[in-house]
């Protein structure tokens, strides 16, 4: 006996196609946004520890300490900035 939907590939409720099309997105990759955040987020954090790390070496305090979190913030950019190219 046949449904009142004829058409079985679509849901009884219709939705937008903005909105389906949302959906479908966040379907495909979950949480993308607050990836994409978090990757900003680190790769500023980075950014400022950097900074500082790259101001005490300036300045001449404890300089193997200071480049050392200069090489580990700059990875650290270098990283988030990597995975959100691959986003």
Do not use: C, W
Not at 20 to 26: P, S, V
């Amino acid at each position: 006996m046949p449904t009142s939907n004829s058409n079985n590939s679509h849901p009884k409720t219709k939705l937008e196609p903005e909105k389906y099309a949302r959906l479908k997105a966040e379907l495909d990759a979950p949480y993308r946004g607050l990836r994409k955040f978090i990757y900003v987020a680190f790769t500023i954090s980075g950014f400022i520890g950097a900074f500082i790390s790259l101001a005490k070496i300036i300045a001449g305090q404890n300089i193997y300490s200071a480049f050392l979190n200069f090489a580990l913030q700059v990875g650290i950019m270098a990283l988030m900035i990597g995975l959100f190219r691959l986003e």
